[in-house]
């Protein structure tokens, strides 16, 4: 009995082996090896390296609280912006509590200057992650007045920024056009007049 039980244990033993060796470490080694030559910066996170330091990721939204830059969707990740707590508020649309975030975000945004009749959406709501990059183009340029005037520069010059900085869908369907915070904000420190803080 001992004899059949070793038997049969051993093509499933071996099967569990072969196929553990194959789909945890070949198959993820060969992945990471393509992306590696393929896709290297996406492969590693899509950091932004200046002069040696990593100064962030294009995948990862920051916190800019400064009226001299363009703000983010508000973040529930951790204590805000925490990409190893990335999480939603999980608030009901229906919920009190949520309600009177967004009424105050509102508020917030109006208090900083916020232009044109409503506040974007993506300006007052957290995103599925906490962590959401972008921005809709409404809500980058509901805020060039601020930034403009905090900076000292003309408004058309801004909002010019803005626009070269819209991702649109690929193809012309997949995805929404949407404007990258951090690299929006890289490039406004570039050709701004005035030295960052």
Do not use: C
């Amino acid at each position: 009995m001992f004899t059949e039980i070793r038997a049969a244990l051993r093509p499933a033993i071996t099967l569990l082996l072969l196929l553990g060796g194959i789909t945890g470490l070949a198959y993820p080694a060969l992945i990471t090896g393509v992306a590696q030559v393929a896709l290297p910066a996406q492969a590693n996170g899509s950091m932004i390296v200046d002069r040696g330091t990593v100064v962030g990721s294009e995948l990862i939204a920051q916190g800019f609280a400064s009226p001299r830059y363009f703000h983010p969707r508000p973040s529930a990740a951790g204590k805000g912006y925490d990409a190893s707590a990335s999480a939603a508020t999980n608030l009901a649309p229906g919920s009190k509590d949520l309600r009177d975030a967004i009424a105050a975000r509102v508020a917030e945004a109006r208090a900083q200057g916020m232009t044109g009749v409503n506040v974007p959406p993506d300006l007052v709501t957290t995103s599925a992650s906490g962590l959401d990059p972008d921005l809709s183009p409404e809500a980058a340029f509901s805020q060039v007045a601020r930034v403009a005037k905090a900076r000292g520069m003309a408004e058309p010059q801004v909002h010019a920024l803005v626009e070269r900085s819209i991702a649109w869908p690929l193809f012309g369907i997949i995805g929404e056009p949407h404007v990258n915070v951090l690299m929006l904000n890289r490039q406004l420190d570039r050709i701004s007049t005035n030295l960052a803080p």
